[in-house]
């Protein structure tokens, strides 16, 4: 590891930049909500050190002629001390709904144009597209859609973080998290990892390129993965033998997966949860957790022997199975075996 | 009383008594005072040289002045020796120690033993702590985040927590005997809203000591549990939730930034009437928004975790308490300002530092307004804008507010006057350093520069030069008052009882009081800060 910083940041303009380039519509809107609190603390400082100035020269101790009779009740102090907290509380409260209301929708976006899952690690961003295109470092998106990102980490906490895009997440082992944008401008604009995770915490950097819509297709044709993230899937979920007690192809009994993300599953414990993506997740890492009613607590754990994007990769196959689809895969399956 | 009695009880503190055992075996809460003194000076020193070499490194956009552990190892002493082995204790252990039993007008501590014990317990645990950071360059930061510390971070995280750990008795030790102290050792006539608001402060503080330290403790427990057993807690890879720890560590954490300040404010609101000579407006108001920041210190400890994924409407309450938390603190500065309305103001040093404290902290309390605004903390969160925010409230406001009150008390602690010229340039220096230093924190922050980082992209360097340079002016501001106020101590003015003509018990002694503090039983019969009477005598 030489000193250099890395390569991949990608350029800004030389010079100063107080304030960071806006590459998404929130970004100008935080910077709104900036310069007014700015412009609120100015004044409000203003106030406070032209009041101390100007005390300071009338009342100094110097200056005989000040009339300083007349000192104010303690009364008339609770009152003067119940006007501030007020004019404070008013403020305060004006800034608290605007910062809020930003916040809530920098959580809730609109429906996602796609979804691209982000791995941080010791020390590098690994990406990974729809398409099953994979790329470290760098994360291609096209201008004016609904980027979600699906942010998750294989040791340390890291945190996701594009100033220019004025969005930060922390990415936790264990945890996906979920952060959107809709970039509009195209460029190339830096990410930082924003959470100390080690060694080469400042060296965890990378890029987002946002792309026309036609560059970011011939882009993607160019990587040319050939292979969706569900594809992906489907090899590791033979190559783990998942298949062997889920496709009934082995002596074990294990329920079998096809058309069941979003369904509701029965419980062992009699309870009944929905087979959303945390519930495939648990499964592959904790089986313990929830056993399907029916079934032997005997699948092994996978914590350890996938990482966290192998993970990804075989939710993403289990949330592609439609239901029947691995009847119609067994009687095609079984002429392929049988040749 | 016999003569010989009569003059053995006037002796002052420092009179007699100088073997080592003297010193090292004292109950007397003055020389405790002057124990804890020398320890946390010591240890604000060593932090300081890591923040200077962090800087000196920080002068270039790439890693040439230590290697990238090095650094990490040097961010994590300057912040575990700043915050618990220097700014925890500093007003308490030391101007509080001292000041105290004083200002009630009491014989000593309420249990003076366990002064001298906690003591003890702070040095020894305070080495222990730099002994293992040191040696096995523990590399976490003062956070400790997991999963970091618990799996990845493969040094003595253990023995580093276990002095941290121990260092907790001595901040429960000495809460627990300041609110015995206030409660049950006050002069008669001496009721809750005639004591000084520095008593105020203090006793505000020890409660949160001792309510949010044992959090704290119990935190470190189950953090060695996991790293040396194996029991998963944090860990995700066990079963554990990294969040978690961040929850239960700014639980206590959050609050200890309380425990900082507030002692601050209660110097500050001495120093400044003093030199306004007149009393405090809205001394209600002043007491009660002391504990009222106490109470709300509690409730905010979410708003360190905006992005960490905490629940989205746990992130809202937390924010909204935090606006709340601001306001007695906005109560607070505008009273200080507005007590040098119609007074007579003497600009000497301690008056400068009192001054600064107060735009410091202003400054430092509004930019905590921006992190309260949810959206712009998820920018600035984790950059150098937070970084400037803590240093303006924790050494802008904290420090001057210690080091101005360390000079203010110095002719009662030690009997000598120091020299006001070079304290007024040390003032001056301390203040226009620190804002080279630290202002341009704020601009690089929300410019996107993330903190931690040792390499930073190139147009962050004009801002980090500036910065690295007010941290030099900024050591002139602190090496200044060490060397003349060591120089006072041999060669100072001999002061008079009371050289500000000051309110407050503790100027009804001599300077240095004798070893009993009072020679007769004092009692109050008036208001706190009556100047009115003291200059129309």
């Known amino acids: 590891?030489?000193?250099?910083?890395?390569?991949?940041?990608?350029?800004?303009?030389?010079?100063?930049?107080?304030?960071?380039?806006?590459?998404?519509?929130?970004?100008?809107?935080?910077?709104?909500?900036?310069?007014?609190?700015?412009?609120?603390?100015?004044?409000?400082?203003?106030?406070?050190?032209?009041?101390?100035?100007?005390?300071?020269?009338?009342?100094?101790?110097?200056?005989?002629?000040?009339?300083?009779?007349?000192?104010?009740?303690?009364?008339?102090?609770?009152?003067?001390?119940?006007?501030?907290?007020?004019?404070?509380?008013?403020?305060?409260?004006?800034?608290?709904?605007?910062?809020?209301?930003?916040?809530?929708?920098?959580?809730?976006?609109?429906?996602?144009?796609?979804?691209?899952?982000?791995?941080?690690?010791?020390?590098?961003?690994?990406?990974?597209?729809?398409?099953?295109?994979?790329?470290?470092?760098?994360?291609?998106?096209?201008?004016?859609?609904?980027?979600?990102?699906?942010?998750?980490?294989?040791?340390?906490?890291?945190?996701?973080?594009?100033?220019?895009?004025?969005?930060?997440?922390?990415?936790?082992?264990?945890?996906?998290?979920?952060?959107?944008?809709?970039?509009?401008?195209?460029?190339?604009?830096?990410?930082?990892?924003?959470?100390?995770?080690?060694?080469?915490?400042?060296?965890?950097?990378?890029?987002?390129?946002?792309?026309?819509?036609?560059?970011?297709?011939?882009?993607?044709?160019?990587?040319?993965?050939?292979?969706?993230?569900?594809t992906a899937g489907k090899q590791l979920f033979e190559a783990h033998g998942c298949s062997g007690c889920h496709m009934g192809k082995s002596s074990v009994r294990a329920p079998s997966l096809d058309g069941i993300y979003g369904r509701s599953v029965a419980l062992q414990s009699g309870e009944v949860?929905?087979?959303?993506?945390?519930?495939?997740?648990?499964?592959?890492?904790?089986p313990d957790k929830h056993v399907a009613a029916g079934y032997e607590p005997i699948m092994p754990s996978f914590a350890g022997q996938l990482?966290?994007?192998?993970?990804?990769?075989?939710?993403?196959?289990?949330?592609?199975?439609?239901?029947?689809?691995?009847?119609k895969a067994s009687v095609n399956g079984n002429e392929g075996e049988s040749q | 009383m016999s003569e010989a009695a009569a003059n053995q009880a006037s002796e002052s503190y420092l009179s007699s008594g100088w073997r080592i055992r003297d010193w090292l075996l004292t109950t007397d809460h003055k020389r405790v005072a002057w124990l804890y003194t020398i320890s946390i000076t010591a240890f604000f020193f060593l932090g300081g040289l890591a923040a200077l070499v962090i800087r000196l490194e920080l002068m270039t956009p790439d890693g040439d002045v230590v290697s990238a552990d090095a650094y990490n190892q040097l961010f994590t002493i300057h912040g575990v020796v700043m915050v618990w082995f220097f700014l925890i204790p500093s007003i308490p252990n030391t101007l509080g120690n001292f000041l105290l039993p004083l200002m009630v007008g009491a014989k000593d501590l309420a249990f003076p033993k366990?002064?001298?014990?906690?003591?003890?317990?702070?040095?020894?645990?305070?080495?222990?702590?730099?002994?293992?950071?040191?040696?096995?360059?523990?590399?976490?930061?003062?956070?400790?985040y997991t999963p970091y510390s618990t799996q990845f971070a493969d040094r003595a995280v253990v023995a580093a927590l276990t002095g941290v750990f121990v260092v907790?008795?001595?901040?429960?030790?000495?809460?627990?005997?300041?609110?015995?102290?206030?409660?049950?050792?006050r002069a008669p006539g001496l009721t809750w809203f005639r004591l000084p608001l520095f008593v105020w402060a203090n006793y505000a503080t020890s409660l949160v000591m001792v309510l949010a330290t044992p959090v704290l403790s119990a935190t470190l427990i189950l953090l060695i549990l996991e790293r040396m057993m194996g029991i998963g807690i944090f860990d995700p890879a066990l079963g554990g939730d990294p969040i978690l720890f961040q929850h239960l560590f700014w639980f206590y954490s959050h609050p200890a930034v309380y425990i900082m300040i507030l002692p601050g404010m209660g110097v500050v609101s001495?120093?400044?009437?003093?030199?306004?000579?007149?009393?405090?407006?809205?001394?209600?108001?002043?007491?009660?928004?002391?504990?009222?920041?106490?109470?709300?210190?509690?409730?905010?400890?979410?708003?360190?975790?905006?992005?960490?994924?905490?629940?989205?409407?746990?992130?809202?309450?937390?924010?909204?308490?935090?606006?709340?938390?601001?306001?007695?603190?906005?109560?607070?500065?505008?009273?200080?300002?507005?007590?040098?309305?119609?007074?007579?103001?003497?600009?000497?040093?301690?008056?400068i530092y009192a001054l600064s404290f107060v735009g410091l902290f202003t400054i430092g309390g509004f930019t905590g307004i921006f992190l309260a605004s949810l959206a712009v903390d998820v920018h600035v969160h984790d950059t150098y804008f937070v970084v400037a925010h803590f240093h303006y409230i924790m050494v802008g406001s904290m420090?001057?507010?210690?080091?101005?009150?360390?000079?203010?008390?110095?002719?009662?602690?030690?009997?000598?006057?120091?020299?006001?010229?070079?304290?007024?340039?040390?003032?001056?220096?301390?203040?226009?350093?620190?804002?080279?230093?630290?202002?341009?924190?704020y601009l690089m922050g929300y410019a996107g520069m993330p903190r931690r980082y040792q390499t930073y992209p190139e147009d962050f360097q004009i801002l980090h030069v500036m910065s690295s340079l007010g941290a030099g002016v900024l050591a002139i501001g602190y090496l200044l008052p060490l060397v003349y106020l060591l120089w006072s101590l041999r060669w100072g003015k001999r002061a008079p009882p009371n050289p500000w003509r000051a309110a407050g018990l503790e100027w009804r002694t001599d300077s240095p009081p004798p070893k009993h503090n009072f020679l007769e039983p004092q009692t109050v019969t008036g208001p706190p800060y009556d100047y009115d009477t003291i200059d129309n005598k």
């Open chain 1, 1 to 230: 590891m030489n000193d250099e910083v890395a390569p991949y940041l990608p350029e800004v303009e030389k010079g100063l930049h107080l304030i960071p380039t806006q590459a998404t519509e929130h970004a100008g809107q935080v910077d709104h909500l900036y310069f007014a609190l700015v412009g609120a603390s100015a004044i409000i400082l203003l106030m406070v050190v032209g009041l101390i100035a100007f005390f300071g020269f009338r009342y100094r101790a110097g200056n005989k002629t000040a009339n300083r009779s007349n000192l104010p009740s303690t009364r008339t102090e609770n009152r003067v001390e119940i006007a501030v907290l007020a004019a404070m509380l008013t403020v305060f409260m004006g800034f608290f709904a605007w910062a809020t209301t930003l916040y809530l929708d920098g959580y809730r976006g609109p429906e996602p144009a796609m979804t691209i899952d982000v791995v941080g690690k010791q020390w590098m961003w690994k990406i990974q597209h729809p398409d099953g295109t994979r790329e470290i470092n760098a994360l291609h998106v096209p201008v004016d859609e609904v980027i979600q990102l699906r942010v998750t980490s294989q040791d340390v906490i890291h945190s996701f973080f594009v100033p220019a895009f004025r969005i930060k997440r922390d990415v936790v082992p264990g945890t996906e998290k979920t952060a959107w944008f809709r970039a509009t401008e195209p460029g190339e604009y830096r990410l930082f990892c924003a959470e100390y995770c080690g060694s080469f915490h400042s060296r965890m950097l990378g890029k987002v390129v946002v792309m026309d819509r036609g560059d970011y297709q011939a882009w993607l044709t160019r990587q040319g993965s050939g292979r969706t993230l569900a």
């Open chain 1, 273 to 286: 949860i929905l087979a959303d993506e945390a519930y495939i997740r648990d499964s592959i890492l904790q």
């Open chain 1, 307 to 327: 990482t966290e994007e192998e993970i990804l990769r075989i939710v993403a196959y289990i949330k592609s199975l439609q239901p029947g689809d691995w009847v």
């Open chain 2, 114 to 144: 366990l002064n001298l014990i906690s003591w003890y317990i702070y040095t020894v645990g305070g080495l222990f702590t730099i002994a293992a950071v040191i040696t096995s360059g523990v590399d976490t930061g003062w956070t400790f």
């Open chain 2, 168 to 185: 907790g008795f001595s901040s429960i030790a000495t809460g627990i005997n300041f609110i015995v102290t206030t409660h049950k050792m």
């Open chain 2, 270 to 351: 001495e120093l400044i009437t003093c030199f306004s000579r007149k009393t405090v407006f809205g001394y209600h108001g002043m007491a009660l928004s002391i504990l009222a920041i106490s109470v709300f210190g509690f409730l905010v400890w979410g708003h360190h975790m905006f992005v960490s994924g905490q629940s989205l409407y746990a992130g809202l309450m937390f924010s909204l308490f935090s606006f709340f938390v601001a306001l007695p603190s906005a109560i607070k500065t505008f009273n200080w300002t507005a007590t040098l309305y119609k007074g007579k103001l003497i600009f000497s040093a301690v008056m």
């Open chain 2, 399 to 441: 420090v001057t507010a210690y080091i101005g009150g360390l000079h203010f008390w110095w002719p009662k602690m030690t009997g000598r006057m120091y020299p006001e010229l070079w304290a007024k340039v040390a003032a001056l220096a301390l203040f226009i350093g620190f804002n080279l230093t630290f202002f341009p924190q």
